[in-house]
C-alpha cells in the first residue's frame, strides 16, 4: 500500500510542478495531492516535499494555516485565462469551448475561494 501511495504522490507532484508552467494545471490541489500521499507512504519524501525550496513554502502555509498566497492566485487567474482564450481561438469547436471555459470558471472559483494570506503572513 505505501508503494502506492509513493506512486501516485510522484505523479501528483510531476503534475503540480508541470501546472507552474502550463496554466490550466492547477498546481495547489496536485501538490496537497501529493503531500497526502507521501505522509501515508513515506515520511523522508513527506519531510523533502515540506523542506523543498518553491513549492514547500506554499505547501507548509496550506497545512499550518490553510492559506494560499494572493500572488500565487491572482497569477494563475491571470495565467489561466488568456491561455484558455488562446486554446478555443485555436480549436473553434463549440463543445471544447464549452469545456475549455467551464474548465476555467471551475478552477477560478475554486482559487477564489481558497483563503489567501496577508502580506503579515496571516489569513485573512
Known amino acids: 500500500m505505501k508503494l502506492l501511495f ?4 510522484t505523479l501528483a507532484l510531476l503534475l503540480a510542478i508541470l501546472g ?3 496554466p490550466l494545471l492547477p498546481t495547489t490541489p496536485f501538490l496537497l ?3 497526502a500521499c507521501y505522509l501515508r507512504g513515506s515520511e523522508r519524501m513527506h519531510t ?10 506554499v505547501l507548509s502555509d496550506y497545512q499550518q494555516h490553510r492559506v494560499v498566497p494572493r500572488r500565487a492566485k491572482v497569477t494563475a487567474i491571470l495565467l489561466l485565462w488568456p491561455s484558455l482564450a488562446f486554446s478555443i481561438y485555436q480549436v473553434q469547436k463549440w463543445p471544447v469551448t464549452i469545456i475549455l ?7 477560478t472559483i475554486f482559487l477564489i475561494r481558497l483563503p489567501s494570506e496577508q502580506s503579515n ?4
Do not use: E, H, T, Y
Open 6 to 9: 509513493n506512486v501516485v504522490g
Open 20 to 22: 507552474i508552467f502550463l
Open 33 to 35: 495531492l501529493a503531500s
Open 48 to 57: 523533502w516535499l515540506l523542506q523543498a525550496p518553491v513549492l514547500g513554502k
Open 101 to 107: 471555459i467551464a474548465i476555467g470558471v471551475i478552477v
Open 121 to 124: 503572513g496571516r489569513p485573512d
